[in-house]
């Protein structure tokens, strides 16, 4: 497989990979890079916006627009987000160039500084620079250095702590609980909006490793197939719950009387043969959803959080505004 190209073009500027991004600085300005497609990306420039949202992301695209480029921007806590396009014939990498000196020239216009306090504790003049996960964003931030080292060591503790006193049976309750609490906006999309979302699907998953993790599973490989395999019940559980909504609403009944009397349906044979067509749609659902929610499942366990820790320090490096600082002091 090709290596996408906007990888290539921010290589081509002094910008690192880490993994399927790009990280690096910019005129004093650490930003990462994700790529949309094989010519676009939103750029995540670390600052710490203080003006009204929508006020700064007006002020901002109209600063780029006088200097000749139309970009877009999202504002968020820790960055702010711009949108980057490759056009026409003109050398990428000049291209680039140019549009990075514009966001930078228009950060600076508007009040925005590289940002100089810690992502994670809010410390002033931070030493380091590394990928931070805010949210469901990765991004390029300013931290104090021992705390990354101290997250790793946190993660490996964690980690053999839990293997030492995780539970299967205790996780497998949690992640049953967190199935069932996933399956409710499914179930509701799908009795009264008689629809079908792939996405909503991935809530059960995530829903069920949580749950595993908050009741005290044992988070290696094991915790994975028991997700999985919890995910996969959810689907004849929602056709059960749907049964109990339509006796509801079609009979009159109460609660008690439609649970005993789906439970007596749903013990015939004949009835998943009926259903049968139902079943194979929403389990197809349920795949989609396991794989749309795979990052985050496999994130959860014990290797993969010291994976992540130990990525998060790999992207770790000094942070060149202090460098800067200390040069000046010793001068």
Same mark, same amino acid.
């Given at each position: 497989m090709a290596e996408n190209k906007m990888i290539v073009v921010f290589r081509a500027c002094g910008f690192k990979q880490f993994g399927m991004q790009s990280c690096g600085t910019w005129k004093g300005y650490a930003a990462s890079m994700r790529p949309l497609t094989n010519r676009s990306c939103n750029l995540d420039v670390a600052v710490r916006p203080q003006t009204p949202a929508g006020q700064l992301r007006r002020m901002l695209i109209a600063a780029c627009k006088a200097r000749g480029e139309k970009i877009g921007v999202q504002i968020g806590k820790l960055f702010v987000t711009f949108t980057l396009k490759l056009k026409g014939k003109e050398p990428a990498d000049e291209q680039l160039r140019r549009q990075l000196d514009v966001i930078t020239d228009a950060l600076r216009e508007n009040g925005l500084a590289p940002a100089d306090t810690c992502a994670i504790s809010g410390a002033e003049q931070p030493d380091s620079l590394c990928m931070v996960q805010t949210g469901a964003i990765c991004s390029y931030q300013p931290v104090m250095g021992s705390q990354i080292h101290d997250r790793k060591q946190q993660a490996v503790e964690r980690a053999e702590q839990n293997e030492q006193n995780g539970s299967y049976a205790l996780g497998i309750l949690g992640a049953l609980l967190g199935m069932l609490l996933g399956l409710i906006p499914n179930l509701l999309t799908v009795v009264w909006m008689e629809r079908i979302f792939a996405l909503l699907f991935a809530l059960v998953p995530i829903a069920a490793i949580f749950g595993y993790k908050l009741l005290g599973g044992r988070m290696d490989r094991t915790s994975i197939v028991i997700v999985i395999l919890v995910s996969l019940l959810g689907v004849p559980v929602m056709i059960y719950f749907e049964l109990v909504i339509y006796?509801?609403? #079609?009979?009159?009944?109460? $609660?008690?009387?439609?649970?005993?009397?789906? !439970?007596?349906?749903? /013990?015939? @044979?004949?009835?998943?043969?009926?259903?049968?067509? #139902?079943?194979?749609?929403? $389990?197809?659902?349920?795949?989609?959803?396991? !794989?749309?929610?795979? /990052?985050? @499942?496999?994130?959860?366990?014990?290797?993969?959080?010291?994976?992540?820790?130990?990525?998060?320090?790999?992207?770790?490096?000094?942070n060149p505004a202090r460098q800067n600082v200390a040069l000046e002091g010793d001068e």
């Open positions: 006796i509801v609403q #079609e009979y009159g009944a109460s $609660l008690k009387e439609a649970l005993s009397a789906a !439970l007596e349906v749903v /013990k015939e @044979v004949d009835f998943w043969r009926e259903v049968s067509g #139902e079943l194979l749609q929403l $389990l197809l659902f349920m795949g989609l959803g396991i !794989l749309f929610a795979w /990052k985050t @499942v496999t994130g959860q366990t014990n290797q993969g959080r010291v994976q992540l820790a130990d990525a998060q320090l790999a992207s770790l490096c000094p």
